[in-house]
């Protein structure tokens, strides 16, 4: 299934025979569907052994921790924290990485430790450091590692500051999503390592980014597909509620209304959303389902001063909208938009990042030509 999908590639078959993913799975996890981050119910190995074996060796992630572990029950919690990837994700990272004998690998989020596992069959224990944040699920993921004779350093940490112990790296691999790469990772890394790591900025949509690093401590390179992982925990986003903003719960009067021909339906695929947020970095969203399939857009500012609404209706050619707030945050949207339409409506393929130690810049088409991000 996973070399159909092109996924599993030759030189990665025999790790993947070796270390098996029942291995790094618990007995309970949470099947999500390929693709999204839907959860489904509770599968318990020890009730329903072949749902598990089912699941496991399914192209899907499986969710195996909610809310950093403050939720213990056979219900889903309110956000998953850690999981087994999805099998096509991972080896498509792994490829990727493009590994090389002999070289020294960081992992950033050990999870279960199977990815861990992977790279430590390949290129030996001894040359690979993962680090996880959580000490529990460290915990478990060493148990897991040494019962199939696999033992890479594992430590408890923060992965962003790296493992400068173990440096420097030819390869540095991020499990979890991140908004802005962490300029450690640059610097334990030698000119020429390879850093591939999801990355996404707070709006949503995300792909994972390929950085070469280069000369003068700058590391760039292309987005190669797009992804879904969670967050490295401090780079979590927290927004603020819909009531902390003035007039948003009851949609004054005095919000300026009008329509537009840009269906909110129009800038909501995953590559849309990764647009309109490196050029509006400080601007989230929010659906409001109605019935029949109708729904709001709320656009919101980070600084609390100004919101937007489209309303979408199937069917229709023009949305209602209403602003609100110094901001006109739906003509912000409207700009990136038509941006995007003169370009060639670029997916991620196309687009690029460069972390420099003073920042990072993601481009169109080449270095040379970053996309202008839309300071208020
Ligand atoms: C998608 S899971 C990793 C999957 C894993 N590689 C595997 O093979 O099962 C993401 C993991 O990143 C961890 N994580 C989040 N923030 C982190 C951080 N700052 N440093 C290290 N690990 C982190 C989470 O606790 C979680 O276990």
Redesign the pocket.
């Known amino acids: 299934m996973l070399r159909e999908k092109g996924a599993l590639t030759s030189d990665w078959m025999s790790a993947y025979r070796a270390v098996p993913r029942d291995a790094?799975v618990p007995d309970r996890l949470w099947p999500g569907t390929a693709g999204g981050n839907r959860q489904g119910e509770v599968i318990d190995r020890n009730t329903d052994p072949a749902r598990w074996w089912g699941k496991v060796y399914s192209d899907v992630?499986l969710t195996t921790?909610w809310d950093?572990g403050a939720h213990t029950g056979t219900d889903k919690g309110r956000s998953p924290?850690?999981?087994?990837?999805m099998p096509k994700m991972?080896f498509s990272m792994l490829d990727t990485l493009c590994v090389e004998r002999g070289n020294r690998v960081l992992?950033?989020?050990?999870?279960?430790?199977?990815?861990?596992a992977l790279l430590a069959y390949r290129l030996g224990p001894d040359n690979v450091v993962t680090?996880?944040?959580?000490p529990a699920?460290a915990e478990e993921?060493r148990r897991r590692l040494a019962a199939v004779g696999l033992t890479p350093v594992t430590v408890v940490?923060?992965?962003?500051q790296g493992h400068v112990k173990g440096a420097p790296y030819d390869r540095i691999i991020a499990?979890?999503g991140i908004s802005r790469v962490p300029y450690a990772w640059v610097e334990q890394a030698v000119e020429g390592a390879v850093i591939v790591a999801p990355w996404g900025p707070p709006y949503g949509g995300q792909a994972v980014a390929r950085l070469t690093v280069g000369e003068g401590g700058v590391a760039m390179g292309p987005f190669v597909m797009s992804s879904a992982?969670?967050?490295?925990?401090?780079q979590r986003d927290t927004f603020p509620p819909t009531d902390a903003f003035p007039g948003a719960a009851n949609r004054p009067s005095t919000a300026a209304q009008r329509t537009t021909p840009l269906s909110p339906d129009g800038m909501g695929d995953w590559h849309h959303m990764f647009t309109l947020g490196v050029q509006v970095p400080d601007m989230f969203c929010r659906v409001e389902r109605g019935e029949d399939g109708a729904y709001r857009l709320w656009l919101f500012d980070m600084g609390c001063t100004s919101w937007a609404t489209g309303d979408y209706e199937p069917g229709r050619t023009e949305f209602e909208v209403a602003e609100y707030g110094p901001r006109h945050l739906w003509s912000e949207a409207e700009a990136v938009m038509s941006w995007w339409r003169e370009q060639g409506e670029p997916r991620f393929e196309r687009y690029g990042l460069t972390v420099t130690p003073s920042g990072q810049t993601v481009w169109l088409d080449s270095p040379d030509n970053p996309v202008p991000v839309r300071v208020s």
């Open positions: 790094f992630p921790q950093d924290t850690s999981s087994n990837s991972v992992e950033v989020g050990t999870g279960t430790g199977w990815n861990a680090v996880e944040v959580d699920v993921a940490g923060d992965g962003a499990t979890c992982f969670m967050r490295l925990r401090d």
